[in-house]
């Protein structure tokens, strides 16, 4: 059965508030891959892990019906709660288990959240589920993010990293999926016809404020946070404070560019 991370109200909320969308090439790439396979138009779209919905309304922009499932009450209140397109709704389940017929999904998807689901079963789910033709995107950010303002970025993201690193200690053994590109989930997909991309670049507008909350929506952040709440929450103060520093400004709402490295794994039935 799937890892449950991210099942508090409160880490819901986080997550709500500072996980971002896919960014513009991520996009593109998928956009083009389902248009190299005639996916379009998808019927029913499939969005597993959904989380808060960040994911899942990208998808609404561009297909009929999207149906954004995840393990977490939590997470899929947050996803009702937000704004939304009237073709998305929202549904509590495992990804192990999608209550969807046979051959019944156009394309189904993950953005972020693959490498907590038992990938065999997943992966046995995903091949009674979709219909002959249709598609696979499996996707995550990795942990290859630098920050771009003036001429400090490089600095920035020395300071970012550093905290990473540190946070990385905390990190559940199956975000070795992900520091492995996602190698793993690739080899497990069932279809002859797929590949995996692991060069998307994706710059996301955010600012200070949003950084340090992307921080503090990861998992091995929340893990720090049952260890030793005060170091955690230090870690955060000392890592904004840091950062306007080296800005020379004195608001959190400073924006600055965030740059993250996607890999996404493409399949057809």
Known sequence: ???QMFEGRGHAAVYQKYRFAPGKELQQTILAYLQEKRANPA???????????????FLAEHFKKVVGTDISEAQIQEARDAPSLPNVSYLVCPAEELPFEDTSVDLLTSFTAAHWFDIE???REANRVLKPGGCVVISTYTVDMSLRYGNCSE???KVFRESWDLLLKYSHNRIQLVLEDYKEIFEALPFPDKKRITDIFDKIPMTVAGVV????????YQAFMKNDPEAAKSLLQETEKRMLEMMGVSSRDTPVEFWVRHVCVLGCK
């Not at 019927?43 to 309304?57: I, P, R």
């Not at 921080?215 to 091995?220: A, H, Q, T, Y």
């Open 1 to 3: 059965m799937a890892t």
């Open 43 to 57: 019927e029913l779209v499939v969005d597993v892990g959904c989380g808060s919905g960040q994911g899942t309304c």
């Open 121 to 123: 079963k997943f992966m």
């Open 155 to 157: 600095k920035l993201t």
């Open 213 to 220: 909350g992307y921080l503090e929506s990861v998992s091995p």
